[in-house]
């Protein structure tokens, strides 16, 4: 498991973000119109609330020197791909502080083993959490998932972003889930009007050289 503060450093353009994307069914409809991974918390309970949002824009790609903070090589990389978020109702609730984890997709489908693990500790202490779907047999996978077609736009393939730099995790790493989200999402993005200071990468992957790319601080 990794957990970094992290704002990143380069200079994305703004994604556009569609929320909440609402759930038309419940659980275990067969045509699947709901989140994945919809969580089995009583969030409510805590004073939480869950929203998946859609958010699309483009990325850059970047060198990942070891050691040191890559630069941008390429921009203009469009992607569309989903973020889970577990809030507090409250505004005035939220400690200041968001957590973002990446899905691991290592079994070929989003999984969430930082919240599994974690969300005890996330709920008392009034953290913000996102999941972000970064990796392209993740969305692949919700796409197939889904009957009625909630995923059906996603797409975080674009071709050009594949190879040695990324590892060929397509808008994975220092492109989606470090540049574009935390340093353009989080600024623009409405946690319920909460005030946010401070941002928490976190995830279990593979792909952590990917990280190499970015330079990471702790304010927004």
Same mark, same amino acid.
């Given at each position: 498991?990794?957990?970094?503060?992290?704002?990143?450093?380069?200079?994305?353009?703004?994604?556009?973000?569609?929320?909440?994307?609402?759930?038309?069914?419940?659980?275990?409809?067969?045509?699947?119109?709901?989140?994945?991974?919809?969580?089995?918390?009583?969030?409510?309970?805590?004073?939480?609330?869950?929203?998946?949002?859609?958010?699309?824009?483009?990325?850059?790609?970047?060198?990942?020197?070891?050691?040191?903070?890559?630069?941008?090589?390429?921009?203009?990389?469009?992607?569309?791909?989903?973020?889970?978020?577990?809030?507090?109702?409250?505004?005035?609730?939220?400690?200041?502080?968001?957590?973002?984890?990446?899905?691991?997709?290592?079994?070929?489908?989003?999984?969430?083993?930082?919240?599994?693990?974690?969300?005890?500790?996330?709920?008392?202490?009034?953290?913000?959490?996102?999941?972000?779907?970064?990796?392209?047999?993740?969305?692949?996978?919700?796409?197939?998932?889904?009957?009625?077609?909630?995923?059906?736009?996603?797409?975080?393939?674009?071709?050009? $972003? @594949?190879?040695?730099? %990324?590892?060929?995790?397509? +808008?994975?790493?220092? #492109? =989606? *889930? &470090?540049? /574009?989200?935390? !340093?353009?999402? $989080? @600024?623009?993005?409405? %946690?319920?009007?909460?005030? +946010?200071?401070?941002? #928490? =990468? *976190? &995830?279990? /992957?593979?792909? !952590?050289?990917? $990280?190499?790319?970015?330079?990471?601080?702790?304010?927004?």
């Amino acid at each position: 498991m990794m957990c970094l503060p992290a704002t990143a450093e380069a200079k994305v353009p703004s994604p556009t973000i569609t929320a909440p994307i609402p759930a038309t069914v419940t659980p275990g409809d067969p045509s699947r119109d709901y989140p994945f991974l919809e969580t089995d918390v009583d969030l409510a309970s805590y004073g939480y609330v869950e929203q998946e949002n859609f958010m699309e824009g483009a990325a850059n790609q970047y060198t990942t020197p070891a050691g040191a903070t890559g630069t941008a090589i390429n921009t203009g990389y469009p992607y569309k791909t989903r973020l889970v978020v577990r809030r507090p109702i409250s505004a005035s609730a939220l400690n200041g502080t968001v957590i973002l984890e990446w899905y691991n997709a290592t079994n070929g489908l989003d999984v969430e083993p930082d919240w599994f693990q974690t969300h005890n500790y996330v709920l008392k202490h009034r953290y913000a959490r996102i999941g972000v779907s970064s990796q392209r047999v993740g969305a692949n996978y919700l796409q197939a998932w889904s009957p009625a077609g909630r995923y059906a736009s996603l797409d975080v393939s674009n071709s050009k $972003l @594949q190879g040695t730099s %990324l590892r060929g995790a397509n +808008l994975n790493g220092a #492109n =989606l *889930a &470090g540049a /574009t989200l935390i !340093g353009a999402t $989080l @600024q623009s993005f409405n %946690l319920g009007g909460a005030d +946010l200071t401070n941002a #928490n =990468l *976190a &995830g279990s /992957t593979t792909q !952590g050289a990917s $990280l190499g790319g970015v330079k990471w601080s702790n304010t927004i």
